[in-house]
C-alpha cells in the first residue's frame, strides 16, 4: 500500500517531529514523520515516484487552519490536530486520486495525528486537552510517497514505514 501525505513546513514540521516524540516516549507509542494523508492506494514504489513528480510540479504550498486537537476511536487518529478542509488541499488529494492505478473514492478529513496508540478514552480526552498550539495556520509544502505494510496498526508496523518519494511543492501559492 502507498500512502500520499502532504508535509508541513518548517518550523511547523519541526515543532510536530518533536511533540510527537515527546508523546510518543510518554506513552510508549511509535514515532512517526508528521504528516496529512491525502491518499492511499496498491501501487508500487515506482507509480508512487512518477506521481510525486508530476503533482508537486502542478501544485504550491498549501496553508491550513487549525480547527482544534480532537481525538477518536480510530487507532490512525488517537489523538489528532484537526484542520479545515481547503480547495487547494481538496485538488491535490483529487490529482493524486486521477493519476491512481485503481479506481476509487477517498474522503479526505484533513488531520495530522500526534500519536497512534490504543488508549482508554479518558487517557485520550486528557491527552488531547492538554495541548496547545503556538499557531493557527500550518504551511505545507513537499508531498510524500509512503510505503506502507499491510500490517500498520502495531508500533512494528507504525515504525516500518517507509518513505519512496518526496518532493517540494513548486513556490506558487494556491
Known amino acids: 500500500m502507498i500512502a500520499y501525505w502532504l508535509m508541513p513546513s518548517a518550523p511547523r514540521r519541526d515543532f510536530f517531529a518533536t511533540l510527537i516524540a515527546e508523546i510518543a516516549q510518554r506513552f510508549d507509542a511509535p514515532i512517526f514523520e508528521p504528516h496529512l494523508s491525502i491518499f492511499a492506494e496498491p501501487a508500487s514504489a515506482a507509480h508512487a515516484r512518477r506521481v510525486i513528480k508530476e503533482v508537486a510540479a502542478d501544485f504550491g504550498p498549501i496553508g491550513m487552519s487549525v480547527a482544534g ?62 495541548l496547545r498550539l503556538p499557531f493557527d495556520e500550518v504551511m505545507f509544502d513537499s508531498v510524500a510517497a509512503i510505503n506502507v505494510p499491510n500490517e500498520a496498526r502495531t508500533r512494528a508496523g507504525v515504525e516500518s514505514w517507509e518513505m519512496v518519494a518526496e518532493r517540494r511543492l513548486k513556490n506558487v501559492r494556491l
Do not use: C, W
Open 69 to 130: 486537537v480532537r481525538f477518536s476511536e480510530e487507532f490512525f487518529k488517537t489523538v489528532f490536530v484537526q484542520f479545515f478542509a481547503s480547495a487547494a488541499v481538496m485538488q491535490l488529494s483529487a490529482a493524486i486520486q486521477s493519476r491512481s492505478v485503481h479506481a476509487g473514492s477517498y474522503h479526505i478529513d484533513p488531520h495530522l495525528s500526534l500519536i497512534y496508540k490504543n488508549m482508554s478514552p479518558d487517557d485520550k480526552n486528557k491527552l488531547a486537552g492538554s
